[in-house]
């Protein structure tokens, strides 16, 4: 599937980052997460970290112009010629605009968009429940996914665990609303190109990149 490019949609707490990552592994495509570049920034303490993160801790979005140009930039390294799966990014029509036409410079075209759809009730526990390994990043939950080992990461055998600033139940309702209002409107947007395709995320982890890996294909 070498060159396949994928948005992977969804509310916030939805699998998104999950799936994107068994999906990368797969088929050897670089996870794009506009969320991962930011609190990135954030940590690094740069200028557009600076600017992203009171507005990140609100549960809003981040300006479509930063998170743009920071697309536009990622994109353009070497290891995404080979294919990529956008998490988190576009969120706005002008973010899609934006994106049609830096892949129209590039010769590049989407091949598929999907929405992992999980009804908003069932977001509050997954969110509120995560957690990920602080070396090596591997997701987990207090209900649904927790180590092998108690307190030691599967992945890594790291032993230190770190929960996200904007993961309470008041800021995800601010996160919730956002997706609502602002990322939906991208639903038909991709529909009327051809490209969307809706799963259901409200299903065990496994079953939802079964369909996945089946609507990308071999
Ligand atoms: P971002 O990091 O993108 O967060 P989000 O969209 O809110 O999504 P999450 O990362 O919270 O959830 P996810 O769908 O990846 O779920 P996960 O797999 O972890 O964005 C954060 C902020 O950055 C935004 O609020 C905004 O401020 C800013 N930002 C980012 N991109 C932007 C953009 N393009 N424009 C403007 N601003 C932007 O799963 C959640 C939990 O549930 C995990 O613990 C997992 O183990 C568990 N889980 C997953 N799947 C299942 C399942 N099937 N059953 C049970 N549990 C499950």
Redesign the pocket.
């Known amino acids: 599937m070498a060159g396949k490019r994928i948005i992977l949609m969804?509310?916030?707490?939805?699998?998104?980052?999950?799936?994107?990552k068994r999906i990368q592994e797969r088929y050897g495509i670089v996870q794009l997460?506009?969320?991962?570049m930011?609190?990135a920034a954030v940590a690094a303490g740069s200028p557009v970290g600076k600017q992203?993160k009171a507005?990140?801790d609100a549960?809003?979005?981040?300006?479509?112009e930063i998170?743009i140009s920071m697309i536009a930039e990622r994109i353009s390294q070497p290891d995404c010629f080979n294919g990529f799966i956008l998490?988190?990014?576009?969120?706005?029509v002008p973010?899609a605009e934006a994106l049609d036409k830096l892949l129209t410079e590039k010769r590049m075209d989407l091949d598929k968009v999907v929405e992992?759809a999980v009804p908003d009730e069932r977001l509050i526990e997954?969110?509120t429940?995560?957690?990920t390994c602080a070396k090596c990043g591997e997701?987990?939950?207090d209900t649904?996914?927790q180590p092998k080992k108690p307190g030691v990461c599967d992945v890594c055998g790291g032993t230190e665990f770190s929960r996200?600033a904007?993961?309470n139940a008041e800021t995800v309702k601010a996160?919730l609303k956002?997706?609502h209002v602002q990322t939906s409107p991208l639903l038909p947007y991709y529909e009327k190109k051809g490209l969307l395709m809706v799963i259901d995320?409200?299903?065990?982890?496994d079953v939802?990149t079964t369909d996945l890996i089946k609507i990308l294909g071999a």
């Open positions: 969804g509310p916030p707490g939805g699998g998104k980052g999950t799936q994107a997460s506009t969320g991962d930011l609190r992203a507005v990140m549960g809003k979005l981040v300006s479509d998170i998490d988190g990014f576009p969120r706005t973010q992992v997954r969110i429940g995560r957690f997701g987990y939950h649904f996914k996200r904007d993961d996160r956002a997706y995320g409200d299903r065990d982890m939802v």
